[in-house]
């Protein structure tokens, strides 16, 4: 039974795993994000005669007048970008190198065909999870051919195991995450300035939300396409046993 564990082991990960502590993007995001709003918006020189609690002389100045509140949509904004470029690298390492459609056609041919070697070498070809998930759920195929003890009942669930096993161990790299997001008020001229400070926090909330919308839109297309060739593979591997072996 031990061999049998050991060869079904999936492949080590290879290539880019992504940021295991999320929060610290998140702290230097906050930095940046309140630098930003304090040193660059807040520069005395977008003021008129260089006083911060007096009026804006450009639309930095106007923007910095929104508040606490811009450091934390900026620091919003930069969370996402900086996820968004991390799920990037994190998912083009998962998806392999190869085109998924046509690896995913070419290893359902060959464990159909029962050529497991040919089959392993499209996954050293292909690299990333799905690749690794396939290779554990081919060395599981192959290992429990090995155990006359077992009925096939059991073999096709060790299979379908070792399938599931492999693939929440990748999972976590091509997790999706949640978007993020937020938004933003005496004489006529305070007025105005009041109602131009909160238009412009509403729109850079909108913006931050915009950005986090299309990035989540994007990598869940992405995660969605991965997780459907793992099921696909999976069930193909399965099936391939069950029709191969008659035996009860």
């Given at each position: 039974?031990?061999?049998t564990?050991?060869?079904?082991?999936?492949?080590?990960?290879s290539g880019?795993?992504?940021v295991?502590?999320?929060?610290?993007i998140?702290?230097?995001?906050?930095i940046?994000?309140?630098?930003?709003?304090y040193?660059?918006?807040?520069n005395?020189?977008?003021f008129?005669?260089?006083d911060?609690?007096g009026?804006p002389?450009?639309?930095?100045g106007?923007?910095y007048?929104g508040?606490?509140?811009?450091?934390?949509?900026?620091?919003?904004?930069?969370t996402?970008?900086?996820l968004?470029?991390?799920r990037f690298f994190?998912?083009?390492a998962?998806?392999?190198?190869?085109?998924?459609?046509?690896?995913?056609?070419?290893?359902?041919?060959?464990?159909?065909?029962?050529k497991?070697?040919?089959?392993?070498?499209l996954?050293?070809k292909?690299?990333g999870?799905?690749?690794?998930?396939?290779?554990?759920?081919?060395n599981?195929?192959?290992?429990?051919?090995?155990?006359?003890?077992?009925?096939?009942?059991?073999?096709?669930?060790?299979?379908?195991q070792?399938?599931?096993?492999?693939?929440q161990?990748?999972?976590?790299?091509?997790?999706?995450?949640q978007?993020?997001?937020?938004?933003?008020g005496a004489?006529s001229m305070?007025l105005s300035a009041?109602i131009?400070?909160?238009l412009?926090?509403?729109?850079?909330?909108?913006?931050?939300?915009?950005?986090?919308t299309?990035v989540?839109n994007?990598?869940?297309?992405?995660?969605?396409k991965?997780?459907?060739?793992?099921?696909?593979?999976g069930y193909?591997?399965?099936?391939?046993?069950d029709?191969?072996?008659?035996?009860?």
């Amino acid at each position: 039974m031990a061999t049998t564990q050991k060869a079904a082991a999936p492949a080590k990960k290879s290539g880019f795993g992504g940021v295991k502590d999320a929060w610290i993007i998140l702290v230097i995001c906050a930095i940046a994000g309140y630098s930003v709003w304090y040193f660059v918006m807040g520069n005395p020189d977008n003021f008129i005669g260089g006083d911060r609690s007096g009026h804006p002389a450009n639309l930095l100045g106007t923007v910095y007048k929104g508040g606490f509140v811009v450091g934390l949509i900026l620091t919003l904004l930069f969370t996402v970008i900086c996820l968004g470029f991390e799920r990037f690298f994190g998912i083009k390492a998962a998806s392999g190198k190869m085109n998924l459609a046509k690896f995913t056609s070419q290893v359902k041919a060959a464990v159909k065909a029962q050529k497991f070697d040919e089959a392993k070498a499209l996954c050293d070809k292909m690299q990333g999870s799905v690749a690794n998930v396939v290779l554990a759920s081919i060395n599981m195929y192959q290992a429990v051919e090995n155990e006359p003890n077992l009925k096939k009942a059991a073999k096709i669930a060790k299979i379908q195991q070792a399938h599931e096993e492999a693939t929440q161990l990748e999972m976590p790299t091509i997790g999706s995450f949640q978007a993020l997001s937020a938004g933003g008020g005496a004489d006529s001229m305070a007025l105005s300035a009041g109602i131009s400070e909160a238009l412009v926090n509403t729109a850079s909330g909108i913006l931050t939300s915009w950005v986090a919308t299309v990035v989540y839109n994007f990598f869940s297309n992405k995660i969605d396409k991965l997780t459907f060739a793992l099921d696909e593979i999976g069930y193909t591997i399965a099936a391939t046993y069950d029709s191969n072996h008659n035996e009860a």
